[in-house]
């Protein structure tokens, strides 16, 4: 079992930055693939990055694209999502994942989930 609890999230302009975080415990955090996901009202979970277990491989939604970064710290066994140049579309709960077998943008196959944390971007 792995526990995820993600921070960061809040109140912020357009064009502004956030740090989100996802602390884990429970099994190896180095073991398991990081995922972030998103999902705002009235609309399905969506895709955002993932990052590899050894943090060498990244991946990223289009529209997020050279805007956001995710890593990795598997010693203090957190992982990052680095929001720069926000937008209002960017509004949405963002939760962070943990999948056993493989980096995937695919959220039906993570095994563990965080409780998500609100990002709110404003005009």
């Known amino acids: 079992q792995v526990q995820l609890v993600e921070s960061g999230g809040g109140l912020v302009q357009a064009g502004g930055s956030l740090r989100l975080s996802c602390s884990a415990s429970?099994?190896?955090?180095?073991?398991?693939?990081m995922g972030w996901f998103r999902q705002a009202p009235g609309k399905e979970r969506e895709f955002v990055a993932a990052?590899?277990?050894?943090?060498?491989?990244?991946y990223y939604a289009d529209s997020v694209t050279g805007r956001f970064t995710v890593s990795r710290d598997n010693v203090k066994s957190t992982v990052y999502l680095q929001m720069n140049s926000l937008k209002p579309e960017d509004t949405a709960v963002y939760y962070c994942?943990?999948?056993?077998?493989?980096?995937?943008?695919?959220?039906?196959?993570?095994?563990?989930w965080g409780q998500g944390t609100q990002v709110t971007v404003s005009e």
């Open positions: 994942a943990a999948d056993r077998q493989k980096t995937t943008r695919n959220p039906k196959e993570y095994d563990y």
């Open positions: 429970g099994r190896t955090f180095s073991n398991y693939a």
């Open positions: 990052i590899s277990w050894s943090g060498g491989n990244t």
